[in-house]
């Protein structure tokens, strides 16, 4: 059983379908997070693992944990919350899929995350009414995540139509600028960090879909970088004698593999940006129609 839930997970990173791994991240943040706090609890201690993970408005302490920038966008606060991010996420998700990469999902993901983080940061920080709970003050959750991708493709599809419950069918440009509306009104109410990191979010979705339709994908360098960073961590296999048939794949050797060759695809997208698919050679006509088969 522990064998084929573990072939499972490594399945889902092989085959790069990051839309299931941020799923997958974020539930199993959860549980270890709801694990830690009951361990906590019944050793008699009241220590909350979420706000040592969650980003904090206080820039001491923002400096001695600067991994929060990141893990906070993977932390909720309980059933309800991940539960509604997660349904929005993979609803967005599936059509940000329909236009857009595996690769630029993740992208914008991340840069939505981090856009989040410096709204609330920079709204706790400057605006005169948070000056009482600045260096309280700590956000977690994906939402500014998972706004930037709801407004990714509203800016990409403004008039692409969603049905809703009680609702029925409306334009996504409309949906998403009641969205926006909503977080505005909703900062005098409560949870004004939560709002100003969805108003982060949207705005660095925004951002990236205005700048992808001039020629530019913001998210590639995220790419480059996880591919370096992984890089770090391979080390190069040893040379073997082979005899008889091929030897498998290594999991090392399968992602650098699969890095060598997204990084291609990358540089074939480019040149059909400036100068259109009939620049292509067959060789790169045939790299990206075989790349569009997989996905």
Same mark, same amino acid.
């Given at each position: 059983?522990?064998q084929?839930?573990r072939n499972?997970i490594?399945t889902i990173? +092989?085959?790069?379908n990051n839309l299931?791994?941020?799923?997958?991240?974020?539930?199993? %943040?959860?549980?270890l997070?709801?694990a830690?706090n009951?361990?906590f609890f019944?050793?008699?201690?009241?220590?909350?693992v979420s706000?040592?993970?969650?980003?904090?408005?206080?820039?001491s302490?923002?400096?001695?944990?600067?991994?929060?920038v990141?893990t906070?966008?993977?932390?909720? *606060?309980?059933?309800i919350h991940?539960?509604?991010?997660l349904l929005?996420?993979?609803?967005f998700?599936?059509?940000?899929l329909?236009?857009?990469s595996?690769?630029q999902?993740l992208?914008?993901?991340?840069?939505?995350?981090l856009?989040?983080?410096?709204?609330f940061?920079?709204a706790y920080?400057i605006?005169?009414?948070?000056a009482t709970?600045?260096?309280?003050a700590?956000?977690?959750?994906a939402?500014a995540?998972?706004?930037a991708?709801?407004?990714?493709?509203?800016?990409?599809v403004p008039n692409?139509?969603?049905?809703?419950a009680?609702?029925?069918?409306i334009?996504l440009?409309?949906?998403a600028m009641?969205?926006?509306l909503?977080?505005?009104?909703?900062i005098?109410f409560?949870?004004?960090g939560?709002?100003?990191?969805?108003?982060?979010?949207a705005l660095?979705?925004?951002i990236f879909?205005v700048c992808y339709?001039?020629?530019t994908?913001i998210?590639i360098?995220? *790419?480059?970088f996880?591919?370096?960073?992984g890089?770090?961590?391979?080390?190069?296999?040893k040379?073997t004698t082979?005899?008889?048939?091929r030897?498998a794949?290594t999991d090392a050797?399968?992602? +650098?593999? !699969?890095? +060598?060759?997204q990084?291609?695809i990358?540089?074939i997208?480019? !040149? %059909?940006?400036?100068?259109?698919y009939?620049?292509l050679t067959?060789?790169?006509k045939e790299?990206?129609?075989?790349n *569009?088969n997989k996905?």
């Amino acid at each position: 059983m522990k064998q084929g839930i573990r072939n499972e997970i490594r399945t889902i990173f +092989r085959q790069g379908n990051n839309l299931s791994i941020l799923i997958f991240l974020n539930i199993s %943040v959860f549980v270890l997070v709801l694990a830690v706090n009951l361990g906590f609890f019944f050793a008699g201690k009241t220590f909350n693992v979420s706000e040592w993970l969650g980003v904090s408005s206080n820039f001491s302490l923002l400096a001695h944990r600067p991994w929060t920038v990141v893990t906070y966008m993977f932390v909720h *606060s309980g059933f309800i919350h991940i539960m509604f991010n997660l349904l929005v996420l993979y609803w967005f998700g599936k059509i940000f899929l329909e236009y857009l990469s595996q690769r630029q999902l993740l992208g914008v993901y991340i840069l939505g995350g981090l856009a989040g983080a410096l709204v609330f940061i920079g709204a706790y920080n400057i605006i005169p009414v948070f000056a009482t709970v600045k260096n309280v003050a700590f956000a977690i959750g994906a939402s500014a995540s998972i706004m930037a991708v709801v407004f990714a493709i509203a800016v990409l599809v403004p008039n692409m139509p969603v049905r809703l419950a009680f609702l029925g069918q409306i334009k996504l440009k409309y949906l998403a600028m009641a969205i926006v509306l909503i977080d505005l009104l909703s900062i005098p109410f409560g949870n004004a960090g939560g709002h100003f990191s969805h108003l982060g979010g949207a705005l660095m979705g925004a951002i990236f879909s205005v700048c992808y339709s001039k020629g530019t994908d913001i998210t590639i360098f995220l *790419s480059r970088f996880f591919a370096w960073v992984g890089g770090l961590f391979k080390s190069e296999p040893k040379a073997t004698t082979q005899t008889g048939s091929r030897r498998a794949e290594t999991d090392a050797e399968y992602n +650098r593999r !699969k890095a +060598r060759e997204q990084k291609e695809i990358d540089r074939i997208l480019d !040149k %059909v940006k400036e100068s259109g698919y009939s620049s292509l050679t067959k060789e790169e006509k045939e790299k990206l129609f075989s790349n *569009s088969n997989k996905n």
